[in-house]
């Protein structure tokens, strides 16, 4: 019973961040006729990723990642109660600049010097 629980809150939380996160849907004050709608293309406003992770401790981990902003946040749900927290968050900007972080050997700038 509390898995199903589990799977129906996690659900229903997938869902509940979809709709926060997601563009508000297409308010429409009154029907519009199809030869009355622009024919330009726009690109899709939609700059959203979400990759679902189940973590060995049996949570949850969701991680949501702004390619429009450069941003990531990684949410845990808790399983039992489907209680949502918050873990971190990230602006990728700065990180995305940096030219190598733990790297080996040759490094990029090593690697600079030694071509003719």
């Known amino acids: 019973m509390n898995t ?5 809150g996690f659900v229903v939380a997938i869902g509940g961040l979809f709709w926060l996160l997601s563009p508000p849907l297409a308010t429409m004050c009154g029907q519009t006729a ?15 990723q979400v990759q679902s992770t189940l973590l060995p ?8 990642i702004d390619s429009q902003s ?8 808790e399983p ?21 972080f733990n790297g080996q050997a040759p490094l990029p700038g090593e690697l600079r010097q030694v071509q003719p």
Do not use: F
Request: positive net charge; charged residues 15%.
């Open 4 to 8: 199903w629980l589990g799977r129906i």
């Open 34 to 48: 199809y030869s009355q709608q622009e024919t330009v293309a726009r690109p899709l406003q939609n700059s959203l």
């Open 57 to 64: 401790s049996g949570v949850q981990q969701l991680t949501v």
């Open 70 to 77: 450069k941003s990531l946040a990684v949410y845990h749900i």
């Open 80 to 100: 039992t109660t489907g209680k949502i927290l918050l873990k971190s968050v990230r602006n990728l900007q700065w990180d995305l600049q940096m030219e190598h």
